[in-house]
């Protein structure tokens, strides 16, 4: 009988895979460097290899694997689990399902980074018992996924999520999608960084100066060490968030807001001052029995959330 | 058999009332006065009436209709029917949707005008054959309805919608929720009357100082004679409500909008303008297919809407 689910996470610098059986228990897990220099032949190959060895070492037959989940980044074709483009991995028009479903002969479902960290949230993580969940994820750039009853809402073009490019102010700075004033241009990672170096000359007081190279997570570390300037940033980057996050809000009216990546690992110094600009703009109601939380999954959100891809498409 | 469906619109001048057999045909249909001096009870009761007079003009008895929709204006519990607040109406706790079935003895769905628009759009309007459909309103507030596969998205709290409090300025102008810078706030039309009226005196020239009470009406009057200042007025409102539309389809992936309200019959001035905007800041992919249309059922959305959302309940 076909009880169990696989995961599998492919990023630039890893392939993580994991088996679950239908009480949704971790049976094995295997992680190993994608290589990306290798090209998609032999890295195809790499991560079937992975998916044979999770079953390996949990005793399970491929006949017995009811779906395989993969979350891949890049530009995607999901339905057709196409890797239409990933500048990370050097991939161009990578048909990634029909090779894993010709090696296994098992249905295999497949989704975007983000989409798939919100599935993984909503089941396994800091999402659990959300019917109406947005994910958000601030990191390098900032992206989202809205889970639905346990399904990610895909939209008319399989897009929907794309939260990073809503415009905050439409005189901002240049985004790297040649927009101005997207979200992500003025809150992500990089964002915070390069706010806290453009005014650093007027804060000669400030720990940052102490750092030759200063990311986001300098800029954090300086905030948790005290530093006024620095929480000064990270509480406008905060608040900033906060403002796209009530117009979210207000149209998506979902009960519970994870918020993962990089960036939300500030904890307190950044969450705080979000969930405040949220609880001034967004309609009282709305946030009333709203969760506003953090991811828990960390650098296991991938592979679980793979695993979630494969329950909740395998269970249609 | 039960294959008629009937749609209510309750407003605060009329109530228009109408019935559909399984072919989606209007068989009948009145409208009378609200008369909302007369309070509550007479109302409902007012209400039942016109539902027993199109059955009467259609030849349908209760037990052959199928279900009953409601659309209202105010603060409504959904799910029970009940209209908590209506300024309006100067309804509190009227439990309409109650008071209907137990008339009639027919299942009856409830929902808000903008949410019931949408869906009357969706089936019989501008956005037929849309899985993924937005609603926008523009009149005297701005409101949305997400219709998701002929079905209204209500989200945790049958909040989900609510697109006019989405903040475009962080320090606009206050709204009516006691927010700054709602979209509401910079582009429904009383704003577009009062961004007219407040640098009319630097345009002496303009058509708009022939008239001593200017709302958006006026602007658009003036607008379509030609007056650049008028249009000028137009133009930036509706690129602003394109700001705020291109966030919107970024985060849902619609394959159609549908802008109603008294603001949308403006044509062109407003939609050219709208659409460039939508176009410079969505994701391209999510606009190359993307309709962007005016509403098409006019007067008529409510009690259509009403109907497609008694066969939308009354169909699951």
Redesign the interface.
């Known amino acids: 009988m076909s009880k169990y689910f696989i995961g599998l996470d492919l990023g630039g610098t890893k392939i993580a895979t994991g088996i679950v059986n239908s009480k949704d228990e971790l049976l094995a897990s295997v992680k190993v460097p994608t290589q990306a220099e290798d090209g998609w032949e032999i890295i195809t190959e790499r991560m079937g290899d992975t998916i044979a060895e999770v079953m390996q070492k949990a005793g399970v037959k491929p006949t017995e694997v009811k779906a395989i989940g993969v979350c891949s980044p890049g530009a995607l074709d999901i339905p057709n689990g196409i890797v239409i483009r990933s500048p990370n991995l050097r991939w161009f028009n990578v048909p990634l399902k029909k090779i894993i479903e010709d090696r296994f002969n098992i249905p295999t479902y497949f989704d975007n980074d983000a989409n798939v960290a919100g599935l993984g949230e909503n089941r396994y993580g800091a999402g659990v018992g959300s019917?109406?969940m947005l994910y958000m994820t601030i990191s390098t750039g900032i992206g989202?996924g809205?889970i639905?009853d346990g399904k990610i809402?895909?939209?008319?073009?399989?897009?929907?999520?794309?939260?990073g490019?809503?415009?905050?102010d439409?005189n901002g700075p240049l985004c790297g999608?040649g927009?101005h004033g997207c979200i992500e241009a003025i809150a992500s990672g990089p964002a915070i960084a390069r706010n806290a170096k453009e005014r650093l000359h007027e804060h000669p007081e400030s720990l940052l100066h102490h750092y030759t190279n200063i990311t986001a997570r300098e800029v954090s570390e300086a905030a948790h060490a005290g530093d006024q300037y620095a929480l000064s940033v990270v509480e406008t980057a905060a608040r900033n968030i906060g403002?796209?996050l009530?117009?979210?809000i207000?149209?998506?009216?979902?009960?519970c807001v994870v918020i993962g990546g990089g960036v939300s690992n500030m904890g307190d110094i950044l969450f705080k001052p979000l969930i405040a600009e949220v609880k001034?703009?967004?309609?009282p109601?709305?946030v009333e029995?709203?969760k506003i939380v953090p991811a828990k999954l960390g650098g296991d959100v991938g592979v679980m959330g793979a695993i979630a891809l494969a329950q909740s498409q395998g269970n249609v």
Chains 1, 2 share one sequence.
């Open positions: 019917k109406h989202g809205i639905i809402y895909h939209g008319a073009t399989f897009g929907a999520g794309e939260i490019h809503i415009t905050l439409k999608c927009n403002v796209v009530a117009g979210l207000n149209t998506l009216n979902p009960d001034e703009r967004a309609i109601s709305f029995n709203l």
